[in-house]
C-alpha cells in the first residue's frame, strides 16, 4: 500500500498571502503514460469533500486559478496564491496510482 | 443538475450486514465508475472501493476486502455498498463519487460527491 504523508498537519493563513501544503508518497506516482496520479480535495466544516486538482496538476472545474498543483514523483504541493477566507478547511491529495487507493491524513486550514 | 444521494445508513451490531445505495442524476451514469470513500467521526477521509463504468472492475480497501461488495444497475442509475460482517471500526459517514471522466477511468478523481450517510457499527 502506498503511504500519503502530508505537511504541515496544520497551516494558520493570511488573507491575502500565499499559501502551500506539501503531500509525499511512499511511492512513485509517476506513471508511464506522463500523469501523476495525485489528487487533491478540499472538505469544508459539514460538508463532502470537492476536487481542487486532480493528475497533479489539472485544475478540476469551478475551481479558482488562485490554486494550482505541481510536482512528480513523490513528492507534490498544492499551492494558494493568495489566501480568501473561504479556503479553511481540511485539504486531503489522495494517491490513484495503485488501485488500493489512499489519502494523505489531512491539513487543517484556518485564518 | 449533478447530483448523488446516497441512502440506507443506519445503526447496526457487529456482525451485521447493511446496504448502502447511491441514487445518480444529472449526467449519463453508465459512462463513468463510481466509488465509495468512508469518513468515520473526527477522521480523514479513507477510500473504500470503486467500480468501472460497466462493471467488469471493482476493487477494494484492504480493510474492507472480502466483507463489502460494490455494485451497480446502470439502468436503474443506483451504485450500492453490500456491507457484511461489519465492525465497529466501519462507523463512519459513507460517501458516493463520480469518477470525473468518462474515458472508462477509475483513477483520475472524484469531482461530484453525495451528501453522505452515517453507518454506525454499536452493540
Known amino acids: 500500500e502506498i503511504v500519503m504523508t502530508q505537511s504541515p498537519l496544520y497551516l494558520p493563513v493570511t488573507p491575502g498571502e500565499p499559501a502551500s501544503i506539501s503531500c509525499r508518497s511512499s511511492q512513485s506516482l509517476l506513471h508511464s503514460n506522463g500523469y501523476n496520479y495525485v489528487d487533491w480535495y478540499l472538505q469544508k466544516a459539514g460538508q463532502s469533500p470537492q476536487l481542487l486538482i486532480y493528475?497533479?496538476?489539472n485544475r478540476a472545474s469551478g475551481v479558482p486559478d488562485r490554486y494550482s498543483g505541481s510536482g512528480s514523483g513523490t513528492d507534490f504541493t498544492l499551492h494558494i496564491s493568495r489566501v480568501e477566507a473561504d479556503d479553511v478547511g481540511v485539504y486531503y491529495c489522495?494517491?490513484?496510482?495503485?488501485?488500493?487507493?489512499?489519502f494523505g491524513p489531512g491539513t487543517k486550514v484556518d485564518i | 443538475q449533478v447530483q448523488l444521494v446516497e441512502s440506507g445508513g443506519g445503526v447496526v451490531q457487529p456482525g451485521g450486514s447493511l446496504r448502502l445505495s447511491c441514487a445518480a442524476a444529472?449526467?449519463?451514469?453508465?459512462?463513468?465508475?463510481m466509488h465509495w470513500v468512508r469518513q468515520a467521526p473526527g477522521k480523514g477521509l479513507e477510500w473504500v472501493a470503486v467500480?468501472?463504468?460497466?462493471?467488469?472492475?471493482?476493487y477494494y480497501a484492504d480493510s474492507v476486502k472480502g466483507r463489502f461488495t460494490i455494485s451497480r444497475d446502470n439502468s436503474r442509475n443506483t451504485l450500492d455498498l453490500q456491507m457484511d460482517s461489519l465492525r465497529v471500526e466501519d462507523t463512519a459517514v459513507y460517501y458516493c463519487?463520480?469518477?470525473?471522466?468518462?474515458?472508462?477511468?477509475?483513477?483520475?478523481?472524484?469531482?461530484?460527491w453525495g451528501q453522505g450517510t452515517t453507518v454506525t457499527v454499536s452493540s
Open positions: 493528475l497533479g496538476s
Open positions: 467500480m468501472s463504468y460497466d462493471g467488469t472492475n471493482k
Open positions: 463519487a463520480k469518477e470525473i471522466t468518462n474515458y472508462g477511468t477509475v483513477n483520475y478523481g472524484m469531482d461530484v
Open positions: 489522495m494517491q490513484t496510482r495503485q488501485t488500493r487507493f489512499t
Open positions: 444529472g449526467f449519463v451514469f453508465r459512462n463513468y465508475g
